[in-house]
């Protein structure tokens, strides 16, 4: 957990939030504000959305730009005066990627590359970035180890390595601080529902609220380590602020530590939604076929992310499950 002196300097700090009025990205905003930070987003809203800032925009220490990370003279300019980025801004999703990898080499790897070049001219303290445990490719070794990879598996996850194989050279280079977060499935408040690759804990809280039947992609026994956004928001802060010089310039899984299949997190969520409306506890669950590019099983060591940045997850899946459909039967009914 962060410490009051790690609040302090982030208090005192000008922040460039990329992807800022995204799912994580927008998450990030409202806590960093809270933290006493000024805070700028960068969002071209492609699959951002205006309602994630609501609550913040009148925010005096707050600026929303609307710019792509794709436009290099967009991006110094979001960096000038900034003390840190936190890069968020890509186009996630595999199967996006494997429809389109053209765009997402353009926004994960061009984009990127632009921040790098703009977090270091502007002279940049730290530039904080969402890798992914995409990464791990074909790697069949449980848990995942930062230093044990395979190959990539799609498109996406060839542009999340590049990502970090462009950070280290940016340190090794010109000498900017970088650290890399590999998200294990991140869930949540202010996750998106809608759209062809919408995540599937939002996607099937939604189908049920509805009373359809969700399909799970197999026979539901592929296992992942659901990550709350509390999780995520804490490692977020804890990369910015670390003043251990082992801890800047590496890479760390940001997860649970912990697996769940997609049987089990279905039941979870009958379970949890069955609080609000009883019918829900009788929708059956549908499967289709395994979806390309998607690894069986996904489960993160986070001893690394423990011991050199003082992680301390705050949610487990049912605590963060549970706090996930409340939100989402509040604000999505």
Not at 132 to 137: A, L, V
Not at 256 to 267: A, K, M, P
Request: charged share 25%; hydrophobic share 35%.
């Amino acid at each position: 957990m962060i410490t009051e002196n790690q609040k302090e300097i982030i208090s005192k700090s000008n922040i460039l939030v990329t992807g800022g009025a995204g799912f994580i990205g927008s998450n990030l905003c409202e806590t960093l504000l809270e933290c006493g930070a000024r805070v700028k987003c960068l969002d071209n809203l492609s699959t951002g959305h205006e309602e994630n800032l609501e609550n913040i925009i009148d925010n005096p220490r707050f600026q929303f730009v609307k710019g792509d990370i794709r436009n290099l003279e967009t991006c110094q300019k979001a960096c000038d005066d900034m003390d840190f980025v936190l890069h968020e801004a890509a186009l996630g999703s595999v199967p996006r990627s494997l429809k389109d990898p053209i765009t997402s080499n353009e926004v994960n790897v061009s984009g990127f590359l632009n921040m790098l070049v703009a977090s270091k001219e502007n002279k940049v303290k730290r530039f904080v970035y969402a890798a992914s445990s995409s990464t791990y490719g074909d790697s069949e070794s449980l848990p995942k180890e930062e230093d044990k990879i395979g190959k990539p598996l799609s498109p996406y996850a060839i542009t999340k390595y590049v990502n970090e194989l462009y950070a280290d050279i940016f340190n090794k280079s010109y000498g900017l601080n970088t650290i890399g977060l590999r998200y294990f499935n991140v869930f949540g408040r202010k996750q998106d529902p809608n759209g062809a690759y919408a995540a599937v804990i939002p996607k099937f809280v939604m189908q049920f609220m509805a009373h359809e039947s969700p399909v799970i992609n197999g026979d539901g026994t592929y296992s992942r380590d659901f990550t709350y956004i509390d999780n995520v928001l804490q490692m977020n802060l804890l990369a910015l602020t670390s003043d251990d010089p082992n801890a800047v310039n590496e890479v760390y899984n940001t997860a649970v530590g912990d697996r769940t299949n997609l049987l089990e997190l279905t039941q979870l969520l009958k379970e949890y939604l069955s609080d609000f409306d009883a019918e829900i506890s009788n929708i059956e669950i549908k499967h289709g076929p395994n979806r390309p590019g998607d690894i069986p099983h996904s489960l993160a060591s986070i001893e690394k992310a423990e011991k050199l940045l003082g992680y301390k997850p705050s949610h487990k899946i049912k605590e963060g499950l549970k706090e996930a459909v409340d939100w989402y039967w509040k604000n999505l009914k």
